[in-house]
Every structure is written in C-alpha cells, then in structure tokens.
C-alpha cells in the first residue's frame, strides 16, 4: 500500500527558516517537496545552496527556482511561504486563487486587524481581504480550525513561547489578564540569514542585549491571541533580548494569579489546578512538555526537536506565578510548527516528519 | 616624590574573582601584592598559577601560600577574602583583631540581619557580632561610609546589577517599592572554577536557562538595601538566568511610577524627572555610564571594564518604567568594585587601577 | 509483515557518546532498546537522566540499571560497549560467551597488538585473547569483515577523520607512507562528560589550544590501520587541538604524492587520479561526501549526522597533498559508526536510523 | 617634569584593528590622539561610535573626520594607517611628503617586491618607490631598523605568529628551511567588521573550517621573511582555519631539525640547543613568553595582551619539531604590534601603554 502523500513547495527557502522547512520537508514521509524557490540561488541545486543536506538522495535533483505563483500551483497543492512580510501577502492571494494551500511564515495573516497590521508594520496591509479567511497556525489552540483551513498564518517564534503558556491559564481564568510581563532570550538566528554587522559573529558572541524596547512588532499578535484567550483587550510588556546561541528562546512569563497566595510556603491547592490545567491542556500533546519536579526548561533540551518545555513556579514572596518555556525559534518557534499545521491540514500523523 | 602605597593580600585567590583581583592588585599604581593564599595551589607562583599573568614582572616573585590570619596581618594591611560564605566569616575577625581592614567579597557581611543570613544561606552566622560593623561595599551608594570602614562587605554581581539602577528612583520616589520585578542573565563565570558537571562547556553552550527560581540567595541583600533605600519593606521578584557568555550580567528591572503615564505617547516630563535623577545620582560617576539616545545596554560594552551601564525607558502602553543594566560580574560585580573600595578606604583616587 | 528487530542494549550510557546511542537506537526502525546501564544513574528512566528525549514515547519506559553481563545477555542480542578503556574489556569477554554480539566504543579491542596497548594505554591489555577475534568498525574499509563480526571495535573520533581520507590514497599509492601529518581540532564533547576544570565553561570559551603533543593515544590505531593500507610500518605526526564548539572535529592531512607535481598550476593528471581514487572508494558511499567546486569542508556540515566531509587540494607551490575531513566526533566519529556496524552485522539497510 | 608625548593619528579607524588602536593610544602614557578618521562615521565621537570607550574622558573630546592627508600632517607626527590594501598606500606617500611618520596596518609596505605583491593582491602595487623605504614592523627581529624608519609595515596577523616562533630557529642554522608547514586557527575578527553572510553568528558559531587554500595572501610576506632569515628562498604550507573565538590565534609549526633526532627518547642536546636559542632571542623580550614544563601556548592566556606564547616539542618518532604559537589577532597580531613600534620610534619604553 503506497503512502498518502502530498506535494510541496518553499517560497523563500534561502533563510534559516526556509532551511528548516527544507530539512522537515524533504525528510517527510508523506510530502514530496516539488519546488523550492529563491531569487538569489535561482538555478542552484539542493545540495549547492544547503551544503549538510547533499547527502540526502534528493537534494541534487532538486533545484531552485525563481518564485511563480502561476508555476508553483501548478507544482504543489501546499505552498510555504518563508517570505518577509509585506512580500508573503503578494503570493498568498494568487495561490489561493490557483486551489493550493498556503502556509505562511510570515506575520502577514496572523493578525485579524489591518489597522493593528498598520500599527506594527508600518505599511498598510497588502491584502487585507484575506485577513478574515486566516486561521492562526497555533496546532495546540486551533487544531480544528487548521484542519480545514486554505490559509494557515505560522506564528512568530516569540509569540509561540509566550502564547502556549498562558492561553490555557487565561481560559481557566486561573491568573489576571492585565499586568503580564514576558521577558524572552533569543538565538542569533532569530534575526534571520541577513549580512548586517549588528549579527556577525564578534557583535554577538561574549554578548547580551535587549533590543526593540518596548514595542516588539510580536507584541501584536501576542496581544491579539490572549485577548481571544482572556475575552478582554489584554496589554503585555514584552522584552526580548539577544543572545549568543544559535537556537532557542527562553522566556520567563510573570502572572498574576486571580486568587492570592498564601505565604510563607506555596499554595498546594492552587499549584494542583495550574498543574490540572496544563494537565488538560497539553498532557496528551506530543509537541508540549510540562516539566515536574525541579526540573527548569533549558533550550538545550529542545534544539532540534519541535518540543517546547514549559514549568512553573509559585512564588508565595511575591504573589506571583512563574512559568518558563524553552524551544527551538526555528521549529516549534517556525518551520516545524508549519509542518505541524500541514500534517494537520491533510490528515497525516500530527507527528508525521517531526519526531 | 614617591607614590602613596598599600600592602594588600588576597585570601582565596585561585578563582575567577581571586584572578581578577590579583591582575588588578598586581597592576595598581598604589597597592603592593604582599601575599595570595590558596589551599589548592599554595608553593606555586601566580605565574604558575595564572599563565596569562606570567608576562608581569611581579608574577614569579609572588607565591600562593596557606592562608593563615596572623600571619596576614604582619604582611598586608588590606586583607581581601575571596572566600565561599561561612569561610570568610574566619578569617575576618582575627584579621580585624590584628587591626588589618578587611574587603569581603563573600555574602558574609553584607546582611545586617543574622536570622535573615540564616533563611537563606541555611546555616548560622558564624560572626554575628561583626555584622554590625561593616559596611555595605556600594561605592556610588555609601561612599562616604566606605571611606572609614574597618571591614567592607562587597556586593555580589546580581545586587550590584539590580541596586545601582533602582536606589536613586526609590529615593526619589519616583517608583513604587512594590511589585519590582528584576530579570537577569549572567555568564558562566558566576558559578566559579567549580569542577561540576553543569558548569561543563557542553552542559552550557548553546543554552539557556533560569536557576534559583524563585528565591536566589542574593534575594536578602537585594530586598535589605532596597528596604533602606525605599524606607520601608521591599519585596522583589528576582529570576537569574545562566547563558553561554564567559562574563556579563545583564538586567532588566520593570518598576512601577508613582505617578501614571499619559498613553498614548510617553510621558516626557516623567522621562525628564529620572533623567534628572539619574544624572544627580551618577552624573559625575566614573563607573556609572548613563546611555543616551537609542542606545541599550550591551555586555560586551562594558566586559573587562569597572562600568555599569545603564538606559530606561517608559512605556505608555503598560505604563510601566523598564531600566537594563549591563556590568562585568567579576568587576564590577565582584573584583573592581572591592578594588574601588579599597580606593576610597586609602584616599587614592578612586579610578586608580581601574581604568 | 513485521519489519525485523533485534534487541539491544548500552552498558555505560551516561556520557556524550552514550547519549548519542540511546538517541539513535530509541529511534532506530530496527532496534528495540532492551537495556541501559549505568552506576551512577541506575534506578532513573532515560527520560530523567537526559530531558531532551523525554518526549520520545519509550523514555519513560527504558530505566538504567546497574551493569551486569549476565542479566544483560538474556535482555539483549547486541550490546554496544561505552565504557572507559580497560573497564570495556572486562564486559566483553562475559558478553561474548553468552553469545551477545558487542560493539565496543573504547579502545579496548582496536589494536591487534597487545604490547602497543600496554605502551600506548600504560597498561596490560586485560583480555589479549580476543584482540584477534575484533574487527575494527570502519564499515567503508571493513564491511564485509564487520558483516560477520562477533566483536566490533568501533574507531576513535581521531582516527576516523584521519584514516577514511587516507587509506584509499594509500592503497592506490597515491601518496607515499611516510611523512603524514594529520593536524585536528576537536570540539569539546571529545573530552566526555567529565567534571573536571579544563572542561569548565570559561576555560574553554575563547580558548584553542593543542593538547597530547607529540603523542596521543589515538596515534597507536591510526599507524596501525594506516601500516596495513600501506604494507609497511607507517609513523604519522598527529596535533589534536582543543576549539570551543561542542561538536565536530576538522582534520587537515599533508600528504606527499608519490611522483611530483608540475608546477606552476596544479598537476591536472593527478588531481583525476586522486578523485577517481575518491569515487572508487567512496562514491557510492552514502556516509562520505566528497566535495566538489571550491567546497571545502566544514565541521557546521556534518555535526548531527553521520556523514564525513572530504576536500582536497594539490598544491603546486610545495608539491604536497592537502586532504581535509570534517564529521561529527559523537556520531561518524562514535555513536553513529556504532549502529552503522550494527546495520551491518544485522543485515538492516545501512543507513536505517542514521539518515 | 611633563613627560614626553607625541601627536597621533588613525586613518581608518572603525574596523576591530582601528577600534584596538583608538583604546591603546587613548590610554598611552606618552601618545595624544588628535585625530581618528572613518568615511562612515565622520562627524561622530569616539564614545558613539565605540560606546565600550564612552567612560574614557576623551572619548567625548576626539570626532571622527573625513580622512584628510594634508590636514592629517598638520594634526599629527604619527599616522597609523588602518585600511584595505591598496588604499594604505594612497595616504602613505602624502603624509611621509609632509614629514609625517606612518605605521601601516595593511599588507601594503609589507612586501619588497612589487611582482609579488602583484601575484598576492592581483593588483599593481599603487606606490612601488616606497616599498624600499619601509621596514617590516616586527620589533624582536627588525627592532635596530624601526627606531629610524620613517614608513613601518606592521605585520599581518598570522605572519607574526609564524616568524617570531621560526626566525631564530632558521637563522641558527636548527631546522630546515624547506618542507616549513604552518597550520593555524584564527579567530573571527582576523575578517574585519564586514557585512557579510559568512561571517554572522550563526555560520561562524559551532563551525570549524579551513579557508583560502592552498594560497593566502599572508604567504608572501612569510615567505619573504624566512626567505631572508634562511638566506636562500623557503617555500612553506599555510593552512588558515576559521574557529568560533572573537579573538585569538594558535598557529602550530612542523619544522624538521637539521640534524635527527635519536630514538627513542626524545634528543636532549637540541633541546638544549633550541631552548637556548630561544633564551637568546627572547629571553627578555617582554612580549614573547617561552612557556616551560608542561605548559601548551592557549590563546586564552594571551588575548587582551600584547604577548605571543611558544612553546616546542621535539618528537622522537618522526624527527620532527613542533612549535606552537598562540596570540591575540587585534593585539600582538595588529594594533599591539603597532604601538611597540610607534614606543621604539619615539625612544618610549617598550612597554609603554602595552602592559
């Protein structure tokens, strides 16, 4: 019995996202990765352009392509985009039109506002139309929603180690939707596969910084996402900063709960129904590890895999709940949650390619 | 007209803040290095000890010895303790006794409060009586005390990183003593020359990781000098983080303003009252750098240097008030910052050495 | 139908080239891991004592438990051995009258000559009767040997890099026996999951150094394999150098060819010898990557897979051969030559579980 | 009594060998920095454009300018030239017309003979009339020669860390002026602060490889200088590698002695005769340190410094010396370099600025 199978294209596979997507893709047991393109390597075979993966058998018959939205729908029946935003949204429309699916890794279709897209973007939205028609590529929140989705919208990597987090508590209405604070550690990688001085090698190693105070463009869709979560307009303080890894974010989230604590040790009940919580949310998810015991994330533990970690911790000094996650910015933070959402998307094993 | 001059000897000099105090004491225009003791090395030279250190004329003459407190006293009159807390608590009262002065570098002294040493370093203190008689070594903070002080509790890196940015505002009212949140990151050379498995370089490259949550030891000096500063009960949330860098703290304090922000811009009167207060606190300070414009702080800015830099920011959407610190954690933080107590202790000028 | 299987087991599994082992063996579509051992984590599920796997379904599953040959024999057909040298030997022999299949990762049974052992390892062989029973695990140069192999001796990290971009060269007298030079870096992993200070973090970050110099141990096996490419007893010069990644080694040969380039340019005529040299050996091999263009080989390549790199140059200035290699230590260096062998012994494909 | 002091300047002074000029002529006891010239950062300070400089007093005072050879010859005695090859040359011709002294930075005085330069740099060489007029600028061999230069080559990088250790070897008849192979480790900022992909974080971090094989352009002026140390014309191997440090490099040299070695202990009366070689060429040298014992050259001991370790092993199985190298790139390499020759020229202590 021959293997489901679908194919597949990358639009914009020259960045470190698109080479993940390369990697899960042609890996995959059940897509066949029919196109790639990149205006730069146009021309170029797998294997020349991605050295580490010239010994898999197909990356010398695969070759780089200009990107033809005509061409591709004719190629695939699901199309990734790993394009910069702005640019995503003029390849997203003629698709859809042409009968594939779109996977966009962009920030393009992730917000329902174009005013918000404004805010954040500083360009009007290029097709504000099909805003309405994306479904958020969360697979642990949305996964009904992906499976019969046209347009999935692969979230940002930061808003994944934020949103997964805090969703589930927000819904159980188990910690305050206003005062939240995210305060995140992100890998080189994180800022993409451009020549800017700011990312060689010597600006960042031996180096430890915040940037984009206080208004990260994430904000936006992390903003938007606890809204829905928490059924009121949700403001946060978001803090990235960089440092000297390749891969991972580490985010340190700090709740209020709705109830207090009370000093001078942790309150067993409440840790019970944060643990329920999580429990129910994620005890089944393959891609979701709750950590127990002492044990604190750690992206050493996640690089690599399309995992996040997450535990917590009660503080009864302080009032507050701490959770931290650990994941890998380009999988579970980018391309290994699109693939996630394209093994949904076809009823393949949501597993499928991944493990 | 020959230079003022102190003999000075390190106890325990065979860490990484032991090392940096001996390059700093072997190198400063007004100090002799009378005697380095360490256990592990004692009969050695710091050139054997310390090859990087083997090109100073000085480094083959002096030799590590057993540490041994009278001994001490008759060589230096400066005793530093780079010791493991409840070690160092020995060696100062007989060095004391001897009518040497003592800089500790430990946790040792740096509490007023026996039982709150006891909380959180889990054994009892092992000279209370002397607690009374140090001085906290914060040289922009209690200048003046350090100036006739006998024993000097020198601060630890994560307090130095949190304290310097929020005394100032705390005194000036200017942010609520409550609900302060201080996020830090901090490079490998915290943890000492340990042989332990977590500090290997596989165990910590391409990591990130929280520690100690949620409550670090360094929480009761943090809390005790904020208490003081804010002039009643401060309580704080204090998440450490270890990442792949040699050396470097990097903090980012989230604090409330007394008085709210007018969204939806910033509040340019309040931005005006911290830069005034920040410039009358550390406007003429040598080891202070206030960042401007768009600048953030950057541990590779300030890495091998006694400087703490310093930028804040308002935000209108959460109205809260975000201040970053970046130092060096074996100078500032440790090291420098004890040599910029002795500094002040000797009448030197008290950039000497350190520049 | 059922796929074929075979029960394995990992004695010794706590260190970097265990880690890698129960990595690929948990994921290997032929191999169920029966047994892992160690002492110091024996009563702990894999899941606990390496994080990173916990999400793997059977983490929770497999629990160490102390090594013991005799249980071991009735839980496992082939027993991988990832013990220090000397230890590994005294497992062997137990195993092998069982009738277990071992696959030994140490040093123990790679020479074919006790008394190299002893001068080399400073001490008898402790099993010198099964010296001649081993094969030594390079599937490209032994294969067929491996095939039927009771006793592997999986190669040093070292001596893979070294031996599988000369032999050929050799055996074709290409290059002539005496004279080699192999220069190597190694990424730290290679010392083990040891807790000691030269492998601290901060020792090894921003530092390269050479170690072992003039005479490490992997020389014995490399100018054993190397004598019996050639026919006569080779001596090489080998440096290992210590770099700060956590994985890979790069390995730079200078070789002399047996007749004379033609300067001014390289001497076409050889540089098609050496590649139709190359393609013999390796063309169709799918863990070798010869590589073309003006590619040379890159340890960022090749770490997490099982595949060496190798480049070449002739060089018309010197009339020397330069052969360069890049692999993984943990993998085509140990853990993934291992299972590699294993794939062999079995009959499984030999790639299953390492592409 | 004012100490003695002289006018410098820096054209070109925003690469990593500018940024290390601009910190040791800030802090030189007997230099004043008049002027620093950049085309990009013109009109900016030291203290924005290096923020790590900002605490210096100075760094507020100095401005980068439009590179200006006339006005430069009014500022300063001293120009430091801090640019690409090709265009040292443009500046250095101006200034020597208006009695200026220029230490060059680039490969440009570096050569004797303009064909090379021709063959090395793949363009005529822009002012050949100078090439005789300038002195190689490597104090411990041409020391005599740059106390009245007018016009010094300051050498490259790996040069320096290939003559100091063979010079004296070669000049004392010890080793073999042919079959010289020199196998180095370079750290990333030996490739400038260039935006380029090759040099992010991500492509340099976890990534070991070689480069510019088999013919680098610093083989020149290596060959050149053996050349003339030997007394006939040496050809040698050079293998630059890339390694993930910011600074630093381990340069390890095959040499063979000129007469063998007996085996099988190593030859006690040339290791006599090398040691003494070395005593007498550097025994007070303070800016080689021989190491002894056991000691290995570790980059991590000599970056920050203006030193270059050296220590040698006599192999008595091959026959062959090693001797390995280590310094900092920016320092001993580059800039360091610079300034003990600019100490020498102005009959400043050595040392001076440099300790």
Redesign the interface.
Not at 32 to 40: F, I
Not at 80 to 104: R, S, W
Not at 110 to 139: C, I, M, T
């Given at each position: 019995m021959k293997k489901p199978s679908v194919k597949v294209a990358i639009v914009g596979a020259s960045g470190?996202s698109g080479e993940e997507l390369v990697r899960l893709l042609l890996?995959h047991p059940h897509a066949e990765l029919a196109a790639v393109t990149s205006r730069h390597y146009a021309g170029q075979t797998v294997a020349q352009v991605f050295?580490?993966f010239?010994?898999?058998p197909k990356s010398k018959a695969v070759r780089f392509t200009e990107p033809n939205a005509d061409l591709l729908a004719k190629q695939a029946q699901i199309v990734f985009l790993a394009l910069p935003h702005g640019v995503a949204a003029e390849y997203a429309g003629p698709l859809l039109a042409h009968g594939c699916q779109v996977i966009d890794l962009s920030a393009d279709f992730r917000l329902k506002s174009a005013e918000l897209y404004r805010e954040f973007y500083a360009h009007d939205h290029p097709a504000p139309d099909l805003l309405n028609k994306s479904v958020y590529g969360l697979p642990e929140i949305y996964r009904a929603h992906i499976q019969d989705a046209l347009l999935v919208a692969s979230p940002g990597c930061y808003p994944t180690s934020v949103l997964l987090p805090t969703i589930p508590l927000l819904r159980a209405g188990l910690v305050q939707p206003h005062g939240i604070?995210a305060?995140a550690?992100s890998?080189?990688?994180g800022a993409g596969?451009?020549?800017?001085?700011d990312?060689?090698?010597?600006?960042?190693?031996?180096?430890?910084?915040?940037?984009s105070?206080?208004?990260h463009r994430h904000l936006s869709e992390i903003e938007e996402q606890l809204s829905l979560a928490a059924g009121s307009h949700v403001?946060?303080?978001f803090?990235p900063?960089l440092?000297?890894?390749?891969?991972?974010i580490?985010t340190?989230l700090?709740l209020a709960p709705t109830r207090g604590l009370a000093a001078p040790n942790d309150n067993p009940a409440l840790n019970l129904e944060i643990r329920d919580c999580y429990q129910a949310a994620y005890g089944k998810e393959?891609?979701v590890?709750l950590?127990d015991g002492k044990?604190?994330?750690?992206?050493?533990?996640?690089?690599?895999?399309n995992?996040l970690?997450l535990a917590w911790?009660l503080?009864p000094?302080?009032g507050?709940l701490?959770v931290?996650s650990?994941e890998d910015n380009l999988l579970k933070g980018a391309s290994g949650q699109a693939v996630q959402s394209m093994n949904i998307m076809c009823g393949f094993p949501e597993t499928a390619g991944l493990?």
């Amino acid at each position: 019995m021959k293997k489901p199978s679908v194919k597949v294209a990358i639009v914009g596979a020259s960045g470190y996202s698109g080479e993940e997507l390369v990697r899960l893709l042609l890996n995959h047991p059940h897509a066949e990765l029919a196109a790639v393109t990149s205006r730069h390597y146009a021309g170029q075979t797998v294997a020349q352009v991605f050295p580490k993966f010239a010994s898999h058998p197909k990356s010398k018959a695969v070759r780089f392509t200009e990107p033809n939205a005509d061409l591709l729908a004719k190629q695939a029946q699901i199309v990734f985009l790993a394009l910069p935003h702005g640019v995503a949204a003029e390849y997203a429309g003629p698709l859809l039109a042409h009968g594939c699916q779109v996977i966009d890794l962009s920030a393009d279709f992730r917000l329902k506002s174009a005013e918000l897209y404004r805010e954040f973007y500083a360009h009007d939205h290029p097709a504000p139309d099909l805003l309405n028609k994306s479904v958020y590529g969360l697979p642990e929140i949305y996964r009904a929603h992906i499976q019969d989705a046209l347009l999935v919208a692969s979230p940002g990597c930061y808003p994944t180690s934020v949103l997964l987090p805090t969703i589930p508590l927000l819904r159980a209405g188990l910690v305050q939707p206003h005062g939240i604070i995210a305060d995140a550690l992100s890998g080189v990688s994180g800022a993409g596969r451009k020549a800017e001085v700011d990312y060689l090698f010597c600006e960042c190693h031996e180096s430890a910084r915040p940037y984009s105070v206080p208004k990260h463009r994430h904000l936006s869709e992390i903003e938007e996402q606890l809204s829905l979560a928490a059924g009121s307009h949700v403001t946060i303080q978001f803090t990235p900063h960089l440092i000297p890894v390749n891969r991972g974010i580490l985010t340190t989230l700090y709740l209020a709960p709705t109830r207090g604590l009370a000093a001078p040790n942790d309150n067993p009940a409440l840790n019970l129904e944060i643990r329920d919580c999580y429990q129910a949310a994620y005890g089944k998810e393959p891609f979701v590890r709750l950590l127990d015991g002492k044990a604190l994330p750690d992206t050493k533990n996640v690089v690599g895999t399309n995992v996040l970690e997450l535990a917590w911790r009660l503080d009864p000094r302080t009032g507050r709940l701490l959770v931290m996650s650990a994941e890998d910015n380009l999988l579970k933070g980018a391309s290994g949650q699109a693939v996630q959402s394209m093994n949904i998307m076809c009823g393949f094993p949501e597993t499928a390619g991944l493990m």
